[in-house]
C-alpha cells in the first residue's frame, strides 16, 4: 500500500476508457512560483484549473500510451485516425530496434504499425469498416501475439464504435484485440496515456494460468514453490528506464533475496499475461503505473509499493527500505545500504570536488525531475529552479527534499518560452531536461545533460555514479553552448525577455 | 475510398503545413488543435528527417491553441484568438499562419475567418484549413504554398523572363531539402536564371511577396506543387511544367535542356554549361573507377521511393552507375491513370534492362515483391540468384535490405540512421555525392 494512492480506487474496467487524470485525481498543469508557494497552492487545490494566455504545444497522450504497448513483442499496433496519428513511429522505429538491442530482447521483426488512414469520407460515414481491414491485415500478415488498436479524436469525436468491432473479431482471430481508448483532446495531461493503456491492457491481456489441486500432492515441492512464490517481484519498469536501471534495480533487490521480474514494456505477451503472479509489485514511478498496480491489487490482491523515483542516494535507500519492509527485511537492507553508499561516496569524491557551488535546473516528469534535483544537491550543487511538465499528489512529498524552498517551479507541459525567460535570469551553471528542451536550452547558452537516456544509467547507486560522471564531464568542455548562444537566435521579441512570464498563466477563478 | 497504410512514409496535412512553414525563412506556424499534434507532427520530421531538428520555432517552441474536450463541446474561436494576439506579442517572425487540425475542424472552428478578423499593421498572419483528414502531408504543403501564393505573393504585371519559381521540393519528406534546391540554383544561375525557392539559402517573406515577376513555375513533382503552380497560373498569370528532379549527370542535363528551351536560351549555352560540370563530375568519378571496376560494384538496383524520388533515382543508378534497375516499388497514394503515366517515365532509361515498377501503399509488402520478381531458388544446383543487389530506400527497409543480403543506403523519407545538413543529391555535385555514399556504404565495414 501507499500513502500516495490513499483513497484513490482502481475498478474502472467496466467502462470502455480509463478516466482522464484531471478526473481521477487532482492535478495541474499551469503554475508558477517556488516550492512554498506549490505547497501552498496545490494545499488549496486552486493550481488545477489554470491555464495559459499563450500556449505551446505539449504531448498527445496517444503517443505515451502507444509507446507503451508498441514495446511489447511481436504485437501490431493499429492507429486509428488520420496518418499524422501516430506518425512519429517514423522517427522512433530505429530507436526502438535499438533499445530491443539494449535490453536484449528479440529483434527479429521491426516495429509495426498501421494507420486506418482516416479521410473526409470516414468523417462522415465512420471508419470501422477499414478499421476491420487493417486488423485482419496485421493477422494476415504477421501472426502476431496481440493487435493493438490506439483510437484517436477523429473516432472519438465522430463517435465511431470500435469496441463492438474489436469485441468481435477478438474471438474470430488467433492474435488478441486490444483497444486503447487515448484520444488526444480528452486529457490536458499527456499522463493519462499511461492509465488508457493500461486500461486496455488489463482489460484484455492479462489472464492468469489457472491451477488446479495436485492429484499428488508433494509436500516438500509444494513448499519449495511457496518459498520461491513468495519471493517474486514485479518491477514495473517505463519508457524511460534504461536497460543499464533495469539491471541495477534487478541487482539490488537480488541482493535482498528477491527474484525480479521486470515488466511491462518490452515483454512478451505471455509475460504480461502473467503479471499478477508476484508476491510484490514494486513501481517506481508513481505518475506513470498507479493505475496498473492498483488495480492488480483491487483484482488479485497483490500488494504493491509506489513510493519514490529510485534516483539518488536517499531514494534509493527510501526506495530499498520500503521493500525490505514489505518482506520484513529491515536488517539486511540496512545492510546492504550501509556496503553500497560507503563504496558509492568514495567514488563520488571526485565529482563532488568539481561540482559543488554549481546551479543546476532541472525540467521534466515530476517525480524525475525532484529526485533528479536532489541527487545533485546531494554532490554539492544548489538546485535553482525545477520545471514539472505537471503536479500532482504523486509529487507533493518531494517538495520538501529540495534545500532551497524559494526555488523557482514552472508547473509547464513543454511551454520553452516560459522556461526560457526563467533561465535567462538563473543562469544556472547545468540544465537537467526532457528530450525536446535541451536544444533551446543550448540556444541560451547553458551546457545540458539529458533527463533520461536509452543508452545511460541513471538509477540506483550505479545511475547516481553515472550522473555525476556525466555532469562533471559536460563542464569539461562548455564550447558547443557559449558558440551557439552568440549565432543562433531564439524565436522571442526582446520585451518577452524582460516580462514575468508566470503573467502568462490564467488563474482560476475559485 | 482510401485504405489503411502499413508504416505510411508520411504525416498529414497538417504535419506537412507543420513541417513546410519551419522550412520558411522566419515563418512560424500558429496550431489551432489538440495539445499533441504540433509537438508530435513537427517531431517526426525533426527526428525522421535526418535529423533536422526544431529549427527557429519548431517542436516545442510552436504556438498552439491546445483545444481540451471543454472546447470541443463550446467552440475554440476564442481560445484561437487569444493565442493568435500573444503569439505575435511573444515571437519574432516575418510570417504567422494559422493551420488546424481535425478537432476544431470537425466542430466546425472557422479559424481563417477568426485569423482574417484579427488586424495588425505590424503582423502578417495568414490561416488555412489542414486538417488530418485532408490527405497526406502533400495535402499541407499545398494548403500552405497556394495560400501565401494566392494571400501574400504580390500581383506584377511586368514579368523577368529569367525569373522562375522552383514547386515541388517538399520539405521534410525530401530528406534533403535544403542541398537539393542549392544546387538547382546554383546551375540555374550560370544560365542568368533566378529562382524562387521559398526553403533556399537567403530566402526572406520580403522576397517571396515579390515572386509574382516570375515567368515560370517549374514544379519537381508529378502530384505535388500542383495545386500551388494552378494559383501562380490564375492568379498571376504564370504558366507552369513539371520536370523530374535533376538527380545525378542524366537528369540534371535533361533538366537543363527542358528548362533553357522553355525560356528561349540558347542550346550553345546550355551545352557549353554541361560540358563544364560533365567535365568537373568525371575528374571526380575517375577516381572510383580502380575499386568500381576490380570489386565488381555494379548490382541490382531495388529502388523503394516516393515519385518524386523514384524515376530519378533509377535513372541515377542506371544511367550513371551502370546499375541494373531490378524493380521500383513506389509507395504515393496516387490514382490509376497518374500511375500508368509515371510507369512510361522508365521507358527512357538508357540500360538494355527496364525495371518491373509496382505501386504499393503498404511498407511491409516490398519484400513480398522483390521475391515475386525473381525465379524462386527450389534448391537448384545451379542458381542465377537475384544477387549482388543494393537496395536504396527509407530506413525502414533496413531489415529487408539485411534480409535479402542487399547493400543498402537510405536516400528517401523517413532516414533515422543517417544526419543530413547540406548534403543534396541534385545536379553534377550531387550525382557525385550520391555516388560517395553508395560506395562509402558498399565498403563501411573495412
Sequence with gaps: MSKLTEGLTYDYLS??????????????????????????????????????KFAQGGGCQLNLALGIVSSFQNVVVIIHGPLGCGSNNLGRAGTRKTARILKQRPTTTDTIWIQTNLDDTDVITGGIEKLRQAVLYAEQEYRPDAIIIGNSCVPGIIGDDIDTLLNELDGQIAAKVVPIHCEGFKSKYVATGYDSAYHGVLKKMVEPIQRYEKALPNELADSNEKYRHSKIVNLFNVGSTSYGDEVELSRLLTALGLEVRVLPLYSSVEEISRISEAALNISICATHDDYLLGHLKERFGTEYIIDTLPIGIKNTNQWLRVIAKFFKLEKEVEKLIAIETAQLEEALEPFKKVLKGKSVFVGGGETRIFTTGELYQSLGMRVVGLKPHNFDRFAIPMIDSIDDQEAVIDVAPGQPAEELVILSRLKPDLYVGHAQANAWITKLGIPTVPLFGQSFNYMGYSGAFELARKAARVLKNTSLSRKIVSNVALPFRPIWFESNPFDNIKEAKV | MSTFIERAKVTCALGGAIVTLSALPKAVPIVHASGGCAGTLSGTYNLASGYKGSGYCGGTM?????????????????????????????????????????????????????????????????????????????????????????????????????????????PGQDVFYRGNIREIERLLNQLGIKANTFFGDGETIEKIRNYGDASLTVVLSENYGIETARVFEQIHQIPYITADLPIGASRTDAFLHKIGERLGIEPAEIEALLAKERKYYYSYIERILDIYTDLDFQRYAIISADTNYAFPLTSFLADDLGWIPHIVVIHDDIDDLRKKEYELKFKQLGSETKPKVVFELQAGQLLNHVRKSWKYNQNDKYFDALSPAFLVGSSLEASVAQKLGAGFLPVVFPITNRAVLDRGYTGYKGGLTLTEDIISALVSDR
Design chain 2, 62 to 170: 510552436i504556438p498552439t491553441s491546445n483545444i481540451v474536450e471543454n472546447d470541443i463541446v463550446f467552440g475554440g474561436e476564442e481560445r484561437l484568438e487569444e493565442q493568435i494576439i500573444n503569439t505575435v506579442k511573444i515571437i519574432d517572425a516575418d510570417l504567422y499562419f494559422v493551420v488546424t487540425g481535425c478537432q476544431v475542424e470537425i466542430i466546425g472552428d472557422d479559424a481563417v475567418g477568426v485569423t482574417h478578423r484579427y488586424k495588425d499593421d505590424k503582423a502578417t498572419v495568414l490561416a488555412a484549413n489542414t486538417p488530418g483528414f485532408l490527405g497526406d502531408s502533400f495535402k499541407g504543403y499545398e494548403a500552405v504554398l497556394s495560400t501565401i501564393a494566392a494571400e501574400l505573393v504580390e500581383k506584377k504585371d511586368v514579368k523577368d523572363k529569367k525569373t522562375i519559381t522552383i514547386l515541388g521540393i517538399v
Design chain 1, 15 to 52: 467502462a470502455e476508457a480509463a478516466p482522464t487524470r484531471e478526473a481521477r485525481i487532482e492535478t495541474c498543469n499551469a503554475f508558477g512560483g517556488s516550492c512554498n508557494s506549490l505547497r501552498t497552492g496545490m494545499g488549496t487545490g486552486c493550481s488545477k484549473n489554470n491555464s495559459r
